[in-house]
């Protein structure tokens, strides 16, 4: 991005945030502050990616490459990060709260500071014996959005060992139980009322929201944080990076052509629901979709997203048009509205990731990314602790310091905009 103004608002911003979490003490503080202004935000958990000091080091690490930090902050908080699990040990390797999250920000900073290589075969000898000791079950109709998806799931963790340059024998081994899996469950369902082994029964829905409402006999969920596109994504990542089991290609076909199925359309294009229902019978219901979500997590932005990194893997031109055609209509769809909040996960800035994204094939997504730098820089209080917080609802602002719904997330998406390289955090996101 060459606009001069926004390249220097964007550093201005990102300083403060560096200032405000250079060290253990004011990371905490803010997270204190943070949980006392919500009821919602996640936990403070130092080993975490997206709201710990995990990734609290990558900010530190992206801004040193940029010239705006240093390496020791970066590394000074990886350590802490690390440390913390001998007394919060790790209890699932998901890749957003778990060893895979916690491994991802290690091997980024290893680049930078090999010091930490010995830490880093560890970590990965242990994410591998995480994952083999508890292989993922498989049973239809008992299945949560935990077991799969990008967050928490087989997905995520996929993903970040598809990742893993020249992965020891364990390792090499989780990886293909994971990808098994995840092609199980994309696999002909064999229990009478289930469309699809991916299917969520009421008994299994999160314990949030309005799922029982919305989906009174079970749904089949269409976002990428939780549903079957971030499956698709890991799928067709792992088999880019070599990891490459009997029936993937088969498995990640099939899933991204459901996918597509499921779309509504309008002026702009293709839209996606946040789930497909199913009635008493097991057979799935027009969802319809009068409204698209502007969000990573949920809606067309990052259905259109997997369908990119799917398409890149499998080098299928007309699935990768498909993806930017879908991209540039919500886009389109987009207009004037903008989210509420200025985060990644259901904000600006994981517009602007996703723009990113898709700049290399879209002239769409090009002309408008300047346009949505300078929105999310006018976001940006600087009398507020870290100069972005939160917005679950208006007026109840949260300063958060996390990746993934806090200032550091937002620091981090600005750095990516103006940039040169593609940061390695996005496989997070996208699955790659």
């Known amino acids: 991005m060459a606009d001069d103004d926004l390249v220097s608002r964007a550093r201005t911003a ?41 990734g609290t080091a990558l900010l530190h690490l992206y801004a040193a490459r940029a010239g705006l930090g240093d390496l020791d902050t970066a590394s000074g908080h990886i350590r802490e990060a690390v440390l913390s699990t001998q007394t919060e040990p790790l209890q699932h390797h998901g890749l957003f709260a778990g060893t895979s999250g916690l491994l991802l920000a290690l091997a980024d900073v290893t680049r930078d500071e090999p010091r930490f290589r010995p830490s880093l075969d560890r970590l990965t000898d242990q994410l591998a014996e995480q994952v083999l000791a508890a292989p993922p079950h498989r049973t239809e109709r008992a299945v949560s959005d935990l077991d799969y998806d990008l ?12 990742s893993v340059p020249e992965p020891s024998e364990r390792a090499a081994e989780a990886a293909a139980v994971l990808a098994d899996y995840l092609i199980w469950l994309a696999g002909p369902a064999e229990t009478a009322g289930t469309p699809h082994r991916w299917l969520i029964t009421p008994p299994y829905y999160p314990p ?13 969920n269409l976002g990428l944080s939780h549903g079957v596109p971030g499956i698709a994504a890991a799928l067709a990542a792992a088999w880019a990076a070599g990891n490459r089991r009997p029936g ?18 309008d002026a702009h294009g293709p839209l996606w629901s946040d789930g497909t229902p199913v009635d008493e019978h097991g057979h799935e219901v027009s969802a319809g979709c009068v409204h698209d979500r502007i ?17 890149e893997a499998t080098l299928d031109d007309e699935l990768r048009a498909e993806a930017v055609g879908a991209f540039e209509g919500a886009l389109a769809r987009l207009g004037d509205l903008r989210p509420l909040s200025p985060t990644l996960c259901h904000g600006l800035a994981g517009l602007v990731m996703l723009t990113l994204e898709f700049a290399p094939w879209s002239a769409a997504a090009r002309e408008r990314l300047p346009e949505l730098v300078g929105d999310l820089l006018d976001r940006h209080e600087p009398d507020r602790p870290l100069g972005f917080a939160d917005l679950e609802e208006p007026g109840k602002p949260v300063d958060d310091p996390g990746l993934l719904t806090g200032a550091a997330g937002v620091a981090l998406a600005l750095l990516a905009a103006t940039g040169d390289r593609r940061p390695d955090w996005f496989r997070a996101f996208l699955g790659r």
């Not at 967050?151 to 598809?162: E, K, P, R």
């Not at 949030?208 to 089949?220: E, N, S, T």
Request: hydrophobic share 45%; proline share 3%; aromatic share 8%.
């Open 248 to 265: 993937q290609l088969e498995a990640v076909t099939a899933l991204s052509g459901w996918i597509r199925a499921q779309a509504d359309t």
């Open 14 to 54: 990102v300083r403060q945030v560096l200032r405000e979490t250079a060290t253990t003490a004011q990371v905490e503080d803010l997270a204190l502050r943070a949980a006392e202004q919500s009821d919602t935000t996640g936990a403070w958990y130092p080993p975490s990616l997206t709201h710990g000091q995990a």
């Open 208 to 220: 949030v929201g309005d799922y029982l409402a919305k989906y009174p006999h079970g749904y089949l």
């Open 295 to 311: 969000a990573w997590c949920y809606g067309t932005f990052g259905v259109a997203g997997a369908l990119l990194t799917v398409a």
């Open 151 to 162: 967050v928490t799931g087989a997905a995520g963790t996929l993903a970040q060992l598809s």
